[in-house]
């Protein structure tokens, strides 16, 4: 049977520390912005033309929203390019202690989740997996008493926990030498992954709990393990904590309370089971792993023809935008089956809105499908398959009729790329 379960799953609880905190930032990114020109398009005083014509296509961050799809990124996230210094923590407890070695446990996730990283940076973002912690940190109390669960509203559980943690591993461990924190809780601490998906990211957070002088303001928690039974967990398993990263450098949950329906296997934000996947350009614009040179704007009336090059290679232009508004817009990109996009079955233009007002698990991003209703072109477990033959083709156009859009695909070229031609009010 095909594993269709539990594509629904975390509440990843991005930011729940934050309470006040989020609204300030808020405050602040918005009254920074403004109308058009919005400051934050120019970093200095000597803005180039090449930058003022890519403003209108950064939709910028709203009031209100905890993780938006605009840019910049608020401040109080984890750096994403350069070298980040992750530090790992194996924990247990004295109701589940560790089955086998703690270093085992962190041998399902690296050096996997490291080579992704640099796979789907181009090499901007190398990640540096430290464990100076090499047994199980044993906590005070049992599992049970810190009240964890799925949904629940476990805050003043996880203070205590981290609070514990932070004082078993202080002695041994300098907090503040490290860019993010991932705790790897031993697998036989709560549910089955197949029951419930406990794993939660914290990020973007200055009240979290101090250790040695700072914050743990960006800390993973994964829990369990997401093992479909399908065979491939030695390859795939690792595949939620880039996910649970992806919120400590500031992205959101891209599938809804419906599942991966809106972007389906196009972004591991949106779907961390199953076959290997990357993400949308757009969300590699946004951690700096594009240059604003790779990026062509469709801001202008009339028609426009943009020539993109597979977002799995390095170099070329890789994302159009069609801005629509301050706060939304259409992207287009190749995707083709190479780097981590490994279940590509219909490489072509993948063509999706993006909204920045739209929060974290809310459908922020929604991929437009050019086989409406086909069923799709893969029978793999964990992947959604209506969308998975959602990318045009040569000759097929994508319209949006209320904003007067259309973006047709006008030929395939040389090396897998497209010309895209984009016509607009
Ligand atoms: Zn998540």
Redesign the pocket.
């Known amino acids: 049977m095909p594993q269709t379960r539990h594509r629904i799953r975390?509440p990843?609880r991005?930011g729940a520390f934050i309470g006040l905190t989020a609204l300030a930032l808020g405050v602040t990114a918005t009254a920074s912005g403004g109308v058009p020109g919005r400051s934050h398009t120019t970093s200095g005083p000597k803005a180039t033309s090449a930058e003022s014509a890519l403003a209108p296509c950064r939709i910028s961050a709203t009031m209100g929203v905890q993780l938006s799809e605009g840019l910049p990124t608020a401040p109080g996230y984890s750096r994403s390019t350069g070298e980040i210094r992750a530090l790992n923590l194996m924990i247990d407890f004295p109701d589940a202690k560790g089955e086998g070695s703690a270093m085992d446990r962190l041998a399902e996730f690296f050096p996997q989740t490291s080579e992704w990283f640099r796979t789907s940076s181009y090499g901007r973002l190398t990640y540096r997996a430290e464990a100076p912690i090499r047994n199980w940190l044993r906590m005070p109390m049992p599992f049970a008493a810190y009240g964890i669960e799925r949904g629940s509203a476990y805050e003043p559980g996880y203070r205590q926990l981290v609070e514990h943690i932070a004082r078993a591993a202080d002695p041994e461990v300098d907090f503040s030498r490290y860019d993010l924190i991932n705790i790897l809780v031993t697998p036989n601490a709560g549910p089955s992954a197949l029951d419930t998906v406990l794993s939660v990211?914290f990020s973007g957070n200055a009240e979290a709990p101090m250790a040695d002088g700072v914050p743990l303001a960006n800390t993973s928690f994964v829990y369990s393990r997401q093992d479909d039974g399908s065979g491939s967990y030695r390859e795939t398993g690792y595949r939620v904590l880039p996910?649970?990263n992806?919120?400590v450098f500031g992205l959101p949950?891209l599938y809804t309370s419906d599942g991966g329906g809106t972007v389906g296997h196009w972004d591991i934000?949106s779907e961390d089971w199953g076959a290997n996947n990357d993400l949308l350009g757009w969300h590699k614009w946004k951690l700096g792993w594009l240059d604003g040179s790779q990026i062509s704007c469709a801001s202008k009336p009339g028609a426009s023809e943009h020539l993109l090059t597979p977002l799995a290679v390095a170099g070329g232009t890789k994302l159009a935008f069609v801005p629509l508004s301050e706060s939304a817009g259409y992207a287009i990109e190749v995707r083709t089956r190479a780097g981590n996009d490994e279940a590509v079955c219909k490489p072509g233009v993948l063509i999706y809105r993006v909204d920045s007002e739209v929060d974290t698990g809310r459908g922020p991003v929604t991929v437009s499908d050019s086989a409406s209703g086909s069923g799709g072109c893969t029978r793999r477990p964990n992947v959604h398959a209506e969308l998975s033959d959602a990318p045009f083709r040569p000759g097929e156009t994508f319209t949006d009729d209320k904003a007067r859009i259309s973006i047709s695909v006008v030929a395939a070229l040389p090396g897998g790329g497209f010309r895209v031609r984009v016509t607009r009010p």
């Open positions: 975390r990843c991005t990211t996910h649970e992806g919120h949950d934000m």
